[in-house]
């Protein structure tokens, strides 16, 4: 398995930026798609984003298109996902989780490994 650990959050005004990091230990990182899921206050856990094991590939959903980025050094076990035009909407705990690759790469299931996750509060 591989353990994660989510760093970056914080409070920031609406349209700021934040940059959000998930350093990996255990098992080989490269061998891991790599996701960012976020949970609000009285939601559900949805999908933010998710990065290919090789880092070829990334997929967003819909609401973060050109808004996120996702990206990946597997030489330093890292996963990062870059925040800018923040909304009082994106208010949530953000968490990294890992699965081994599958087919299509574009679904979020399978995801597991779950970091302790970040607070980021995003004010009006």
């Known amino acids: 398995q591989v353990q994660l650990v989510e760093s970056g959050g914080g409070l920031v005004q609406a349209g700021g930026s934040l940059r959000l990091s998930c350093a990996a230990s255990?098992?080989?990182?490269?061998?891991?798609?790599m996701a960012w899921f976020r949970q609000a206050p009285g939601k559900e856990r949805e999908f933010v984003a998710a990065v290919r094991w090789s880092g070829g590939s990334t997929y967003y959903a819909d609401s973060m298109k050109g808004r996120f980025t996702i990206s990946r050094d597997n030489a330093k076990n890292t996963v990062y996902l870059q925040m800018n035009s923040l909304k009082p909407e994106d208010t949530a705990v953000y968490y990294c989780?890992?699965?081994?690759?599958?087919?299509?790469?574009?679904?979020?299931?399978?995801?597991?490994?779950w970091g302790q996750g970040t607070q980021v509060t995003v004010s009006s």
């Open positions: 989780a890992a699965r081994i690759p599958r087919l299509p790469f574009t679904t979020d299931s399978g995801y597991g490994n």
């Open positions: 255990g098992r080989t990182f490269s061998g891991y798609d």
